[in-house]
């Protein structure tokens, strides 16, 4: 391929991504308030992730089982987790929607000590939604690799390890997950706990 052929390929590439992110914009959500929040979220088995992304799980899981039944056990586990992990980034993007909005609302008649803990805890919201949707997105490439690679039986690496997914170089799902619930919580005080309780009730499995 010549360079001038190379470089029609990536501005075709640029051009198609840049119009990409442009319809993306055009068909947003207008602006997410606490009352559009908790009618998008979708269910998550939090518990149940937690348990697999256990070391004693995993453990137990590589003592009583070999071989292909191993494999086959495992990659049932990781279609369950990638399954929540899509749910849990969608649920980032709307809380991160949500605390973009609120940083841009307008506070009036409150003091200034109240609206600057206000902002505070929006901008939580915002960092800790964005490094749980890296952790998420990161993860994700990480089980679809394994599944490809690591959980064949004529593949000749070795079965992964699900507790590895707890963390992504300095990302850890334990770690994310309480700093995104917290951040929830501690925004959504600020509407009162009737609100509160329902953005938290909305991502959890009913019982």
């Known amino acids: 391929m010549s360079a001038y052929a190379f470089l029609l390929v990536v501005l075709a590439l640029l051009g198609a991504s840049a119009l990409y992110f ?10 997410r308030t606490i009352r559009d929040v908790p009618a998008f979220l979708q269910p998550v088995d939090s518990a149940s992730m937690m348990q697999l992304l256990n070391p004693e799980t995993e453990e137990y899981l590589h003592s009583a089982m070999t071989g292909l039944a191993l494999r086959l056990e495992q990659r049932r586990s ?12 969608h649920n980032a993007h709307i809380l991160l929607e949500w605390s973009n909005a609120e940083l841009k609302r307008e506070i009036v ?5 109240y609206s600057e803990c206000y902002r505070d ?8 939604a964005i ?6 997105v990161l993860s994700l490439i ?10 064949q039986p004529w593949m000749p690496l070795e079965p992964p390890s699900l507790a590895d997914l707890g963390h992504v170089g300095s990302l850890r799902f334990f770690t ?4 995104l619930t917290r951040a929830v919580s501690n925004l959504g005080q600020h509407y009162g706990n ?14």
């Open 109 to 113: 008649g409150q003091s200034d000590e």
């Open 121 to 128: 805890c929006a901008r939580q919201l915002h960092s800790a």
């Open 22 to 31: 442009f319809f993306g914009r055009l068909s947003s959500f207008p602006c």
């Open 131 to 136: 490094e749980f949707r890296l952790y998420a």
């Open 194 to 207: 009737e609100f509160c309780d329902e953005v938290l009730k909305a991502w959890a499995v009913a019982a």
């Open 142 to 151: 990480k089980i679809k690799l394994w599944l490809v690679f690591r959980t």
């Open 176 to 179: 994310l997950y309480s700093n």
């Open 78 to 89: 990781l279609h369950f987790l990638r399954e929540h992990l899509i749910r849990m980034s």
